[in-house]
């Protein structure tokens, strides 16, 4: 029974590393929660493109609201994370302390939710692909398969969901609406934004200026 189950173990390990080197080179086929966007509304609206076709304001937008020491932590902000468990000692509403390479992780690999074991797994990915795919890569990925409104992912569907154009001619502004909406796209709309989305646009805009994409 053990030499089965060590078998099985050494089989699923293989997949996964066979998995994430194929993952350099290829956007996945489909994700978990790329599925889950299937259930929930009947549809995936998704168009995978390379780093150099999605246009650098929507780089720019989406790591200033999501992780601007993006290019210089190693898959991990301790500074964010400190501040995140500050935050939720405090009883505020829960704060997360994810960086992109984090998100990629549990986007590509795993699924959504809360769990010990969810964030274990996706600390080793993380610590994986920091050092097999590294940034550029990274952020192609995540880009291309993050959620941004109901049954669309990724920037290239999400600029055409939301202004009708492809994700390298979105202004400034408009970059910085579809970033705004993270990390909740199922509540936020750009098309309707509230006063609270409206703050995180101008933020977001301020910010941008001070992004370097390396």
Same mark, same amino acid.
């Given at each position: 029974?053990?030499?089965?189950?060590?078998?099985?173990?050494?089989?699923?390990?293989?997949?996964?590393?066979?998995?994430?080197?194929?993952?350099?080179?290829?956007?996945?086929?489909?994700?978990?929660?790329?599925?889950?966007?299937?259930?929930?509304?009947?549809?995936?609206?998704?168009?995978?493109?390379?780093?150099?076709?999605?246009? =650098?304001?929507?780089?720019?937008?989406?790591?200033?609201?999501?992780?601007?020491?993006?290019?210089?932590?190693?898959?991990?902000?301790?500074?964010?994370?400190?501040?995140?468990?500050?935050? =939720?000692?405090?009883?505020?509403?829960? $704060?997360?302390?994810?960086?992109?390479?984090?998100?990629? @992780?549990?986007?590509? #690999?795993?699924?959504?939710?809360?769990?010990?074991?969810?964030?274990?797994?996706?600390?080793?990915?993380?610590?994986?692909?920091?050092?097999?795919?590294?940034?550029?890569?990274?952020?192609? $990925?995540?880009?291309?398969?993050?959620?941004?409104?109901?049954?669309?992912?990724?920037?290239? @569907?999400?600029?055409?969901?939301? #202004?009708?154009?492809?994700?390298?001619?979105?202004?400034?502004?408009?970059?910085?609406?579809? @970033?705004?909406?993270?990390? =909740?796209?199922?509540?936020?709309?750009?098309?309707?934004?509230?006063?609270?989305?409206?703050?995180?646009? $101008?933020?977001?805009? $301020?910010?941008?200026?001070?992004?370097?994409?390396?």
């Amino acid at each position: 029974m053990w030499k089965k189950l060590k078998k099985l173990l050494y089989i699923v390990i293989l997949a996964n590393i066979l998995f994430i080197v194929w993952g350099k080179f290829f956007n996945p086929p489909i994700t978990i929660t790329q599925m889950g966007g299937v259930v929930d509304y009947g549809k995936l609206e998704r168009d995978y493109i390379s780093y150099a076709d999605m246009g =650098n304001n929507v780089k720019k937008a989406v790591i200033a609201s999501e992780d601007q020491a993006f290019f210089t932590h190693n898959g991990f902000d301790y500074k964010a994370i400190e501040k995140a468990m500050k935050h =939720n000692e405090q009883g505020k509403k829960l $704060r997360g302390g994810s960086t992109i390479s984090q998100q990629t @992780a549990k986007n590509i #690999f795993l699924w959504q939710g809360r769990s010990w074991l969810r964030k274990g797994l996706e600390t080793i990915y993380t610590f994986i692909i920091e050092t097999i795919w590294g940034k550029e890569v990274i952020l192609e $990925r995540y880009l291309n398969s993050i959620e941004m409104g109901q049954g669309v992912f990724g920037v290239e @569907a999400a600029a055409d969901y939301y #202004f009708n154009k492809s994700s390298k001619d979105l202004t400034k502004s408009e970059a910085a609406w579809i @970033a705004a909406i993270l990390p =909740n796209p199922k509540k936020y709309d750009p098309k309707n934004p509230s006063a609270y989305l409206k703050r995180k646009h $101008r933020w977001i805009l $301020r910010q941008m200026s001070h992004v370097s994409l390396k």
